[in-house]
């Protein structure tokens, strides 16, 4: 199963790097996620966009900037990062957001900051 | 608030022993409750959901709203079950977004 691509697979950066990570879905799907998984937190979800939209930034600090450029596209800039960002970063896509619609992750992008 | 609470960080049983994954929720709302696992090096993927009312790989799980638990369960356990397990809620009506527990993990011995 491929649906979900994300790169890079492993990212190391310093604080005052800008980097981006890449999600390309090949699903059909309108809805795409940023999730993040680190070590003593549950999966945490960071962004949603639907049809290009973002409809969801769940307070999110501004270090993360998503980009949807079309629905099969999602990116995440990331600027001036802290240590305590080190973590898995998940994307996800489903057909649509809400019940019914299943959510597919890619394999996630580790993300170290040093 | 909302909530999804897996009590258990590690489940550790022998094949052929039947396993119950504890999953209870939050949610002033009408639940949608879904199980994802997650393979050694592999990517999270969908196990079964509450809605479908199926068994997937001997798994099933049943919501109990008076208990607010929707927990997963299978008869016999074997090692290639052996995997992390989250519990996740969808909240939110028709914009709805995935509440994910800690996660359990599972490890069957032989």
């Known amino acids: 199963e491929t649906g979900v691509t994300q790169t890079p697979r492993h990212l190391v950066m310093g604080m005052t790097n800008k980097k981006s990570l890449k999600c390309e879905q090949h699903l059909g799907h309108n809805a795409m996620y940023w999730y993040k998984q680190s070590a003593k937190k549950p999966l945490e979800l960071m962004f949603v966009?639907?049809?290009?939209?973002?409809?969801e930034n769940n307070s999110v600090p501004s270090r993360f900037s998503p980009e949807c450029p079309n629905s099969s596209h999602l990116f995440l800039h990331l600027h001036t990062l802290q240590p305590e960002d080190s973590a898995l970063y998940l994307c996800?896509?489903?057909?649509?957001?809400?019940?019914?619609?299943?959510?597919?992750f890619g394999e996630g992008s580790w993300l170290t900051v040093v | 608030a909302q909530r999804v609470t897996q009590p258990e960080k590690l489940l550790s049983v022998f094949k052929g022993a039947p396993v119950e994954l504890k999953c209870n929720y939050s949610y002033s709302g009408s639940p949608e409750l879904f199980w994802y696992v997650q393979y050694s090096r592999q990517r999270l993927q969908l196990l079964l959901r509450h809605i479908s009312r199926e068994s997937i790989k001997g798994f099933t799980a049943d919501l109990n709203k008076g208990e607010t638990s929707f927990h997963l369960k299978k008869p016999f356990a074997q090692e290639e079950d052996s995997a992390m397990y989250y519990c996740?809620?969808?909240?939110?009506?028709?914009?709805?977004?995935?509440?994910f527990g800690k996660g359990t993990k599972l490890s069957v011995k032989p």
């Open positions: 966009y639907n049809f290009k939209e973002q409809t």
């Open positions: 996800a896509s489903s057909r649509a957001t809400g019940s019914g619609n299943t959510i597919y």
């Open positions: 996740a809620l969808l909240v939110g009506g028709s914009q709805g977004n995935l509440i």
